[in-house]
C-alpha cells in the first residue's frame, strides 16, 4: 500500500514545528526517525494530514550534563546513544537497554524522542525512563514543562503530552555512583518485541538497599512501574533480602496480557523468575567485586 496523501512541512526551529502542530491540532504528525510512523503511513494505519519534519531543527539532537542529570534532545539517535561516554557513565541502563532496541540498521536513525513519544507498551527506552525516574521536557507554543514520567503514560499508546505539544528531550536523574543497573528481556528473536522486559536500578549503601526503581515493558497495557517492591525494598539488607517474595510483590503490580505470542500467565511466571534470577545473580557480583 501506499501512505495517503498528507502536507509536508519541514520545521527549521522548535517555534515553528509546534505552531504547525497547533494550526493543525489532532491532524500533524511528527517526523523524525520515522522507523515505525513510516510503516504506518504506509499500510494507512496512520492518516495525518500533515507531516512536520523536524530533523533539520539545531539544538535537537545531543547529550550534554545539567544539574545533576544527563539530558538527551528528542531527535538523539538510537546508535548514538549506544556508544555515547556520558549515557555510559551517568545512565548505563539505558546504554544497556539500547541494545535491545531494534536492529543496528533502525537504530541509526530512530530517536529516543519517537520511542517515547510513541509509548510503545513494549518497548525498551519507555520502561527504562519510568525505572530510572526520568522528566520528559514538553515544548508548547506557549511554554516549555517539565513532565514526571510517573504521571506521562496515561494508557496504551496515549501520553500526557497536549496536542500542540513535542518532546524536545529527556532528561534522567544521577543515581549514585555503585548502582545495581539490570536491563533483560525475553522475546522470540533480536529485535523483536519483547514478551517479558525488565529495568532496574538499585542503590546499595552500607549493604542496604537506599534507592529502587523498578520498570516493566512488555506486561501491560502501558510500561509498568512496581512501587509497591521499589517501597519494600528501601531498608531492606541486600545480603538476606527475601527476594523472591520481592518478586512476588513486582509482578502483583503488572498487568500483562495474553495474545497470540504468550499468555498473561506465562508472562508473569517468567517475569517473577527473572527478576528473581537476575537481581539475585546482580547483587552477588557486586558483593565479589
Request: aromatic share 6%; charged share 20%; hydrophobic share 45%.
Amino acid at each position: 500500500m501506499k501512505a495517503a496523501p498528507f502536507d509536508y512541512v519541514v520545521a527549521d526551529s522548535v517555534e515553528g514545528a509546534v505552531e504547525a502542530l497547533a494550526d493543525h491540532a489532532g491532524d500533524a504528525a511528527l517526523l523524525a526517525g520515522g522507523q515505525t510512523l513510516v510503516p504506518l503511513l504506509a499500510l494507512r494505519m496512520a492518516m495525518p494530514g500533515v507531516l512536520i519534519d523536524i530533523n533539520r531543527i539545531d539544538g535537537l539532537a545531543g547529550i550534554a550534563r545539567s544539574g545533576g542529570a544527563t539530558r538527551i534532545g528528542a531527535t538523539t539517535r538510537q546508535n548514538t546513544i549506544l556508544h555515547d561516554p556520558l549515557v555510559a557513565r551517568h545512565v548505563p541502563a539505558l546504554a544497556r537497554a539500547t541494545g535491545f532496541v531494534g536492529h543496528h540498521q533502525t537504530r541509526n536513525r530512530g530517536t529516543i524522542g519517537g520511542s517515547l513519544g510513541l509509548a510503545e507498551p513494549a518497548a525498551e527506552y519507555p520502561a527504562t525512563a519510568l525505572a530510572l525516574g526520568a522528566r520528559i521536557e514538553a515544548r508548547s507554543p506557549s511554554a516549555t514543562r517539565e513532565i514526571a514520567i510517573e504521571d506521562y503514560f496515561l494508557g496504551p499508546y496515549t501520553t500526557a503530552l497536549d496536542m500542540d505539544e513535542m518532546i524536545t528531550a529527556a532528561i534522567f536523574p544521577d543515581w549514585p555512583e555503585d548502582t545495581i543497573h539490570i536491563v533483560h528481556e525475553v522475546a522470540r528473536r533480536p529485535g523483536d518485541f519483547a514478551l517479558v522486559g525488565l529495568v532496574a536500578a538499585f542503590a546499595v549503601e552500607g549493604g542496604v538497599f537506599t534507592r529502587a526503581g523498578i520498570g516493566w515493558f512488555g506486561m501491560g497495557p502501558t510500561p509498568m512501574k512496581s512501587a509497591r517492591a521499589e517501597a519494600a525494598l528501601i531498608g531492606q539488607p541486600a545480603a538476606t533480602v527475601d527476594l523472591a517474595g520481592i518478586a512476588r510483590l513486582a509482578i502483583e503490580d503488572t498487568d500483562p496480557m495474553s495474545d497470540i505470542h504468550a499468555d498473561a500467565a506465562y508472562r508473569r511466571t517468567v517475569g517473577a523468575r527473572i527478576f528473581e534470577r537476575i537481581v539475585g545473580d546482580a547483587i552477588g557480583q557486586r558483593k565479589a567485586a
